[in-house]
């Protein structure tokens, strides 16, 4: 069914249509969710671009039930594994016989350590904040020149969200993971994967602190075990159990890091202080040092920074 009435409503209805369903399914019904005109491509299905559409402008504009309208779907609530088959046949999944899987946008993927670790500051609304930052990176910064000084509050663990943004000069720990200059209007962002992401999961004080916290947790409250404390990071950041062989390099990695931290405290000690958040000095700082590690190396896992 065409959109009734036409004119503005109607280009506005679909265009606002399409990128809101691309939030959910990590494209558009119309994959070029920045150009919707005649240089743009043909929606995948326009029928029911039409008639979201139509029912959105009927329903006074309510992204609300827009929102609910699609996830209650059936094409929303599939599963995102599929068979090599069907992977061969539609790879770009424009038949929607599957869900879509991808990584998070780069605030997302600071958010989820942080949730996991227990850190997440939720509050709402507010000033900008100013996670920890590599010294010297403001140094080719002029107009005025500027000194970056990192929060050293619970400020440290809000939403990415509210990330100070340097246009230009963006927050290196958001760069890595795609999120734009603002030097430009951007529609839709780029998804890249390359090792610098990687490098900046590992060593970035807030992973690292994130990972420190998840490992108390995990030390204090997932069991005496190592299987059992393995398996709390796992429900935590993944969502599921480990299997056998997970298992088993976990414990083996363990298992080498204590080694290495009994060898040598100070290595120990220097990894623990990593960040502000207090470290919960009634765990043995060994044990804990070589958890932090386990935990470093979950929070680097793709399926911690994915949504399935």
């Given at each position: 069914?065409?959109?009734?009435?036409?004119?503005?409503?109607?280009?506005?209805?679909?265009?606002?249509?399409?990128?809101?369903?691309?939030?959910?399914?990590?494209?558009?019904l119309?994959?070029?969710?920045?150009?919707f005109?005649?240089?743009?491509?043909?929606?995948?299905?326009?029928?029911?671009?039409?008639?979201?559409?139509?029912?959105?402008?009927?329903?006074?504009?309510?992204?609300r039930?827009?929102?609910?309208?699609?996830?209650?779907?059936?094409?929303?609530?599939?599963?995102?594994?599929?068979?090599?088959?069907?992977?061969?046949?539609?790879?770009?999944?424009?038949?929607?016989?599957?869900?879509?899987?991808?990584?998070?946008?780069?605030?997302?993927?600071?958010?989820?350590?942080?949730?996991?670790?227990?850190?997440?500051?939720?509050?709402?609304?507010?000033?900008?904040?100013?996670?920890?930052?590599?010294?010297?990176?403001?140094r080719?910064?002029?107009?005025?020149?500027?000194?970056?000084?990192?929060?050293?509050?619970?400020?440290?663990?809000?939403?990415?969200?509210?990330?100070h943004?340097?246009?230009?000069?963006?927050?290196?720990?958001?760069?890595?993971?795609?999120?734009?200059?603002?030097?430009?209007?951007?529609?839709?962002?780029?998804?890249?994967?390359?090792?610098?992401?990687?490098?900046?999961?590992?060593?970035?004080?807030?992973?690292?602190?994130?990972?420190?916290?998840?490992?108390?947790?995990?030390?204090?409250?997932?069991?005496?075990?190592?299987?059992d404390?393995?398996?709390?990071?796992?429900?935590?950041?993944?969502?599921?159990?480990?299997?056998?062989e997970?298992?088993?390099?976990?414990?083996g990695?363990?298992?080498?890091?204590?080694?290495?931290?009994?060898?040598?405290?100070?290595?120990?000690?220097?990894?623990?202080?990593?960040?502000?958040?207090?470290?919960?000095?009634?765990?043995?700082p060994?044990?804990?040092?070589?958890?932090?590690?386990?935990?470093?190396?979950?929070?680097?896992?793709?399926?911690?920074?994915?949504?399935?």
């Amino acid at each position: 069914t065409p959109v009734a009435g036409g004119g503005v409503g109607e280009y506005t209805a679909r265009v606002t249509v399409n990128r809101i369903w691309s939030l959910f399914f990590g494209a558009g019904l119309c994959r070029s969710v920045g150009d919707f005109g005649g240089q743009g491509e043909l929606p995948d299905h326009p029928e029911l671009l039409d008639r979201l559409a139509v029912e959105f402008l009927q329903q006074g504009w309510s992204v609300r039930k827009l929102v609910r309208a699609i996830v209650t779907s059936h094409a929303y609530r599939q599963s995102s594994d599929a068979p090599a088959e069907l992977l061969a046949r539609d790879p770009d999944n424009r038949l929607l016989a599957r869900q879509g899987r991808w990584r998070y946008p780069a605030e997302g993927v600071r958010d989820a350590a942080l949730f996991a670790s227990g850190l997440l500051v939720e509050q709402l609304g507010g000033a900008s904040v100013h996670p920890y930052q590599p010294a010297g990176y403001y140094r080719h910064l002029n107009f005025p020149q500027r000194e970056y000084q990192a929060d050293a509050d619970s400020r440290q663990w809000r939403r990415g969200l509210y990330v100070h943004w340097q246009r230009m000069f963006l927050h290196p720990q958001l760069l890595a993971f795609d999120a734009p200059t603002r030097e430009e209007c951007t529609a839709a962002r780029m998804r890249s994967n390359t090792p610098k992401a990687a490098l900046v999961l590992l060593n970035d004080p807030t992973f690292v602190e994130a990972a420190r916290k998840l490992a108390e947790l995990a030390v204090a409250s997932g069991g005496a075990g190592d299987d059992d404390r393995i398996t709390f990071l796992w429900k935590r950041t993944l969502s599921r159990t480990p299997d056998a062989e997970e298992l088993a390099l976990v414990k083996g990695l363990l298992d080498r890091r204590r080694a290495e931290y009994r060898a040598d405290p100070t290595a120990a000690g220097k990894l623990l202080t990593v960040g502000i958040a207090p470290r919960d000095t009634s765990l043995d700082p060994i044990e804990l040092a070589a958890w932090t590690t386990a935990a470093r190396a979950v929070l680097n896992l793709h399926e911690a920074i994915s949504r399935y």
